[in-house]
């Protein structure tokens, strides 16, 4: 059942004991920070029930009904009609809603309400799997309690939330919670080698940069990274060795061009993982626990020529300007501000 999905052996654990004594909860929370294999989790148990040829708990995930179960066509995102109800698999006891611009609408959360209440169609349970749970307004939240106040005996309901928090309390009082750690970067490592034929040394970073998470490791596209990478790497370089503040300006004005300008964040990401890279090796000593692995003897000579009182003065700068976006500050001139204060000018 859970064999193919990596890390959170614990959470593996708990489940198959749900299985094997026929006691899978009506309402499950699974929680824990996004793309560490939350929904495939919940999907995973739900095929357990769907499975045709399943054997000592576990589903075959080759039988049609486990194929249909994996299959869904999800609408366009700015079709508001189609957010409003569930959206089956190709298995009719298998289905999902999500959110609609950030929201889930009380209307989805009344069809589920709704089709809770049918028997099944084809395996022994339903299972409605609500992504990104956190999303939903009270309304929403609402007539979802509802449901969890008194479920019917053959349907189950997943919240998957990366904000287990932001959950009405009576929500959360509901559901038994299943928390998730980040996976080993060995385990993502090791299945972008195998599942996704990516070389050892892309299957190394991309592991270490996803920070645990499965979902961001599999997107990462390995070359682009590196070539935005450099260019933030240019950043540190010209402010320890070379002080050079025209470069740092031009660096600026490119991220923020017409063709940077939508990776603008992820850009102010790898600064920030390289600044930490170079403080982590200053503090240390040793280059082992630096996420950018490939650039080791770089971040060493960083490390030597930097002042120690520096690096953790320029992650907070960065952090202060994300907390600023909120207000839609101008990201050319915060940027200018950064590198120029980086620069100590």
């Not at 299972?127 to 929403?140: P, S, Y």
């Not at 300008?261 to 000593?285: A, P, R, Y």
Request: aromatic content about 6%; glycine content about 4%; some cysteine.
């Amino acid at each position: 059942m859970f064999k193919k999905l990596i890390g959170n052996n614990q959470v593996k654990d708990i489940l198959r004991r749900f299985v094997a004594n026929g006691r899978v909860p009506n309402s499950l929370m699974f929680a824990g920070d996004d793309g560490v294999g939350k929904r495939q989790f919940a999907l995973e148990l739900a095929k357990v029930f769907i499975c045709t040829d399943q054997s000592q708990g576990e589903a075959c995930e080759v039988c049609a009904a486990c194929i249909r179960a994996d299959s869904f066509k999800f609408p366009k995102s700015d079709d508001k009609d189609a957010h409003k109800r569930v959206i089956w698999s190709d298995h009719p006891d298998v289905g999902t809603i999500i959110p609609y611009n950030r929201n889930i609408l009380v209307d989805a959360i009344r069809h589920i309400e709704s089709e809770a209440n049918f028997q099944p169609y084809e395996a022994r349970s339903r299972f409605f799997i609500i992504d990104d749970a956190d999303k939903m307004n009270d309304a929403a939240s609402n007539a979802l309690l509802k449901t969890l106040e008194e479920p019917p005996a053959t349907s189950h309901i997943f919240l998957i939330t990366s904000r287990p928090d932001s959950l009405l309390p009576t929500i959360r009082s509901r559901c038994q919670t299943l928390r998730f750690a980040p996976a080993a970067s060995d385990e993502i490592e090791q299945y972008l080698i195998d599942e996704r034929a990516f070389t050892h040394d892309e299957a190394k970073l991309s592991a270490r940069l996803s920070r645990g998470s499965i979902g961001r490791a599999v997107t990462i596209d390995v070359e682009k990274f590196k070539a935005r990478r450099e260019k933030m790497l240019s950043v540190i370089r010209n402010v320890v060795d070379t002080g050079d503040v025209a470069a740092l300006l031009r660096t600026s004005e490119e991220m923020n061009d017409a063709k940077n300008k939508e990776n603008f964040e992820e850009n102010l990401d790898i600064l920030q993982s390289l600044i930490h890279d170079v403080w982590t090796v200053k503090v240390s000593g040793v280059t082992g626990r630096v996420v950018n692995t490939d650039l080791e003897p770089a971040l060493a000579h960083l490390a030597a020529e930097s002042g120690r009182a520096d690096l953790p003065s320029w992650l907070t700068a960065i952090e202060a300007m994300r907390q600023n976006f909120i207000v839609n500050i101008n990201r050319k001139v915060a940027a200018d501000d950064l590198f120029v204060s980086m620069a100590g000018v």
